[in-house]
């Protein structure tokens, strides 16, 4: 009887494919749905915070520019990726990115924890040309980013966008004040919307990230973005966790 019927089914191609999307709809929900009820699915770590105005803009370059084609921001839970790139990401380090980055393609090493591990020269005569500092390197060039003026005419549109999916980017009193409970008074000013341009322009000014203050690139943004990446989480805090000691 249970024979017949398996025969049935697997020589009736559409009935075998709706049982199949019933079997996988099945199997996706019992293992995804839990995650968006339990607490815990991104865990709460000091240090996480939304991106500055500037280094929001980097994002979106690094996005415009497809760099995440090659570059992969997710260092998985493996010894040889905790040696290569420092502590395995943690879900609360891309809680306010939309979208992640966590990407799957490496022709390059991830990105995830660059922050800071050259100087800023370093990155700016890299992208301009990688094969001045890594001779062997298969990275594109990326000249324009030094000679282009960045565009900040929208930068508060951009962050009342994400405020929208939930970044605390605060638009009145209550959120600001929210903001400083949650990060500290430097970190919820910079935060906040109406002041965005100013920010940027000040970040840009003091960071000097891409070596000539007398105009903002998308190089000073994306520099910025770039050395922020994975510095938030103070990783030595937590010293019963065996993956700090490779950092
Ligand atoms: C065609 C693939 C490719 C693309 C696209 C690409 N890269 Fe790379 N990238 C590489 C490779 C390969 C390396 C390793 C060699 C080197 O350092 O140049 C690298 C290295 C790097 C490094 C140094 C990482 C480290 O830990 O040493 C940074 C930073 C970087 N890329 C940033 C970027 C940014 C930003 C973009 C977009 C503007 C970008 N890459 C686009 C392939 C790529």
Known sequence: MFNFKHEWVETNIGLLLVLTMLAISIGG??????????????????????????????????????????????????????????????????????????????TGPDLARVGKKYSNEWHVAHLVSPRSMVPQSVMPNYPWLLSTELDISDITDRMKALRL???????????????????????????????ARKNLIAQAQQGNYDGDRSSISEMDALVAYLQVLGTMVDFRKYDDDEFVKYR
């Open 29 to 106: 929900l019992v293992e995804i749905a839990p995650l968006f009820f339990i607490k815990d699915t991104v865990e709460k770590v000091d240090g996480v915070r939304p991106y500055t105005p500037l280094e929001l803009r980097g994002r979106d370059i690094f996005q415009r520019e497809g760099c995440y084609l090659c570059h992969s921001q997710m260092i998985r839970p493996f010894r040889d990726e905790a040696l290569r790139y420092g502590h395995y990401s943690l879900a609360a380090e891309s809680q306010y990115d939309h979208p992640f980055q966590w990407g799957s393609k490496r």
């Open 165 to 195: 999916v939930g970044v605390p980017y605060s638009l009145n009193q209550d959120e600001y004040d929210a903001n400083v409970k949650k990060f500290g008074k430097e970190t919820a000013d910079m935060l906040n919307i109406a002041d």
